[in-house]
C-alpha cells in the first residue's frame, strides 16, 4: 500500500487525520518534532486503529535529517505538511521563528521532494489567506480575492501557497492541493486523541471546554457589537475528524485522477456561519454544563464574519462536512472530561 509521510502528525489536525488515513488502508509516517504536541498522541492512534504508526523525531527544517527520511523510505507517494507553528499572537511577537519554521520546513520539503521524485503535496492552509472578504464574497470560495495578511502567521500561509504555485510552475511533475481550512473544532468520537493547547487557549473552543471543566473562571467574549445578527462574531467551525477524511479524499485524488490541475485549491468548511453566542448557547444546551461569560472588547486583528462556500470541495473533491454542531461540541466536551478525569 501507499505511504503518506504526514508532518506534524502528531498535532491536533495531523493526528486525526493520520487515523483515517490508516483506517483507509494506508502506510503513514509521521515526522514531527513534537515543538508541540505529545508523543501520548501515539497510543491513542492506535487504540483507535488497531496499528502503531511509523514516527520519526525530526524538525522539517533540518535539511540533512528530512534527507534521510527520504532515503530511508522510497516508497513516500506523497506529502500531508502539517507541521508548522499556528499562535496568531506569537507569531506578532516572534515573526522570526514563524518566518523561518513555516517558510523554511515547506522549502526543505519541496527541494527534497524533487530530488527524490516525490511528486504529491497537500498543504495545511487558511481562511486566513481572504481576510474579511467584502460582502458579495460570502460565503467565500475559491475565486475570492486574497487580502493582506493581518499576522506574520498569516503572512506565511499566504507565502507558502505563492511558493507551491511558483514550484509547479517550474517542476510540471509535482502536485499539489492546498486546502484552506475554516475553523476546526471538536475530538475524535472515541475521546482518545483531541486538541492539547499549550498554555493558555487563544482559540474559541478550547477556552469553552477549560471553562466548563473549572479551569478558567470565564470565557471572555470578544465584542458584541459586529454588524452580525447577535453581535459577535461570525465563523464556519468544522469538525476535524471531517476535515480529516477532506485529506484522505485529496490524496486518493492526487493517487487515482489523472484529469486535474496541477494545482488544486479547496475550502473546507460546512457552509454554514454561527456566532460566537451560538456556539456558546448550543455547547450549554448539550453538555447541560452552565459556562460562565461576559463580553468585552474587541480582539484586535479580528475579523467580523467568515464562512465558507465548500461547493468546489463537496462536487470535485467529493466531500462533504456532514456532522452535526451540536455533536461536534459534545465530542469536545468529552475529551476535555477525559484529560480532567471528569466523569
Ligand atoms: C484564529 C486565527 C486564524 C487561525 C485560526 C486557527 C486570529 C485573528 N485568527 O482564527 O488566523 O487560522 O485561529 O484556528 O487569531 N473568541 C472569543 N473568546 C476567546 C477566544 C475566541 O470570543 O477566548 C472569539 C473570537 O473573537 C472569534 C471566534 O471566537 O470571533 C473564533 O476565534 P478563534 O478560535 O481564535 O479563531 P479565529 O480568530 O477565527
Not at 470541495?313 to 475529551?335: D, I, R
Amino acid at each position: 500500500m501507499a505511504r503518506i509521510l504526514v508532518t506534524g502528525g502528531a498535532g491536533y489536525i495531523g493526528s486525526h487525520t493520520v487515523v483515517e488515513l490508516m483506517q483507509q488502508g494506508y502506510e503513514v509516517l509521521i515526522v514531527d518534532n513534537l515543538s508541540n504536541s505529545n508523543i501520548d498522541v501515539l497510543d491513542g492512534i492506535e487504540q483507535i486503529v488497531g496499528r502503531r504508526p511509523e514516527f520519526l523525531n525530526v524538525d522539517c527544517c533540518d535539511y540533512v535529517q528530512m534527507d534521510s527520511v527520504f532515503i530511508q523510505h522510497p516508497d513516500i507517494v506523497g506529502v500531508i505538511h502539517f507541521a508548522a507553528s499556528k499562535a496568531v499572537g506569537e507569531s506578532v511577537q516572534e515573526p522570526l521563528k514563524y518566518y523561518r519554521n513555516n517558510i523554511l520546513s515547506l522549502v526543505t520539503l519541496l527541494s527534497l521532494m524533487n530530488e527524490h521524485k516525490v511528486p504529491n503535496i497537500v498543504f495545511s492552509s487558511s481562511c486566513t489567506v481572504y481576510g474579511q472578504p467584502d460582502k458579495e464574497h460570502l460565503p467565500v470560495d475559491e475565486t475570492a480575492p486574497l487580502k493582506k495578511a493581518l499576522s506574520p502567521y498569516g503572512n506565511t500561509k499566504k507565502i507558502n501557497e505563492d511558493i507551491i504555485f511558483d514550484q509547479a510552475h517550474a517542476c510540471p511533475q509535482l502536485h499539489a492541493t492546498i486546502l484552506r481550512y475554516f475553523n476546526p473544532i471538536g475530538a475524535h468520537p472515541s475521546a482518545l486523541i483531541g486538541e492539547l493547547p499549550n498554555g493558555v487557549p487563544n482559540n474559541l473552543l478550547p477556552f469553552v471546554t477549560q471553562t466548563a471543566a473549572g479551569l478558567r473562571s470565564e470565557l471572555k467574549i470578544f465584542g458584541n457589537d459586529y454588524n452580525t445578527p447577535d453581535g459577535s462574531c461570525i465563523r464556519d467551525y468544522i469538525y476535524v475528524v471531517d476535515l480529516a477524511k477532506a485529506h484522505v479524499k485529496a490524496i486518493d485524488r492526487m493517487l487515482n485522477v489523472k484529469d486535474r490541475e496541477q494545482v488544486e485549491v479547496f475550502n473546507l468548511g460546512t457552509g454554514r456561519g454561527l456566532s460566537v453566542l451560538e456556539i456558546v448557547n448550543t455547547f450549554m444546551k448539550v453538555t447541560g454544563v452552565n459556562l460562565p461569560y461576559t463580553i468585552v472588547g474587541r480582539r484586535e486583528g479580528d475579523i467580523e464574519q467568515v464562512w465558507a462556500e465548500p461547493h468546489k470541495a463537496n462536487t470535485v473533491l467529493g466531500w462533504k462536512a456532514e456532522t452535526p454542531v451540536e455533536e461536534v461540541l459534545l465530542s469536545a466536551w468529552n475529551w476535555e472530561k477525559k484529560l480532567r478525569n471528569i466523569n
